[in-house]
Structures are given as C-alpha cells and as structure tokens.
C-alpha cells in the first residue's frame, strides 16, 4: 500500500499563494509503480473535482481550466513529495484539498476519482475575499 499525506493548506486572501505537499510512503512490501499523481478538491455541497494531475514517467501536467496559469503541479525527483504551488488564489478555490495516487497502468479520464487507488486525508484551503 501506499500512504499518503497532505500539508501545508491554511487561510490566505484573495490573491495569495500557498504551496501543498503530499508526502508519499510505500508500505512494505508494496512493488507497484506509481504511474500517476493528482490533486482533488472538495467543496460542502460538491463532488470531488480534479484539480491537476501529473504523469510520473513525464509529459506535460493536466489541470482543470478554472486553475489553469495559476497553479502549478510537481513531484520531486525521488517521487517522495508531490507538490501543488497556488498563485493568485480565489474565493472559489476554498475546499479540502487531496493528493492521490494511481498504480494502474493506463491513465484514462485524469479528472475521474475512479481512476486513483491511493488517497490522503486533505488539507484545508481557505481563501477570504
């Protein structure tokens, strides 16, 4: 198994930054490669939407448009920490934030949580107008 955990969420104004961190951890045992990483949003009220994901053999990262030119994702070259940088944060993108994770070999619609096996417990993002 593969354990994954969040940080580095927090309350900023309109217009600020703030940069998420998922600390990944492979159980004993687990052989598996992590073929793809992502970061999910929860809004009360909503489903959980994709926000970015990241190919971990490469290729360029897809994001959803509402975050488009504004966040950016990376993994580190030890795959040990997925990254999630927010500039110019809005109002709107208040939500618990997840990382995720996905051993499965092809990566099919990147925004469909079905997709990813792996989840962390989030981190709360808080953007006051």
């Known amino acids: 198994q593969v354990q994954l955990v969040e940080s580095g969420g927090g309350s900023v104004q309109a217009g600020g930054s703030l940069r998420l961190s998922c600390s990944v951890t492979r159980m004993a045992g687990y052989g598996y490669k992590i073929n793809y990483m992502a970061w999910f949003r929860l809004v009360?009220?909503?489903t959980r939407e994709g926000v970015a994901r990241i190919d971990t053999s490469?290729?360029?990262?897809e994001y959803d448009d509402s975050v488009k030119g504004r966040f950016t994702i990376s993994l580190d070259n030890a795959m040990k920490t997925l990254y999630?940088?927010?500039?110019n944060l809005k109002p709107e993108d208040t939500a618990l934030y997840y990382c995720a994770a996905s051993d499965l070999s092809y990566g099919g619609i990147w925004y469909n949580k079905a997709m990813y096996n792996f989840w962390g417990q989030g981190t709360q993002v808080t953007v006051s107008s």
């Open 84 to 87: 999630l940088q927010m500039n």
């Open 58 to 61: 490469g290729g360029s990262p």
């Open 44 to 46: 009360p009220g909503k």
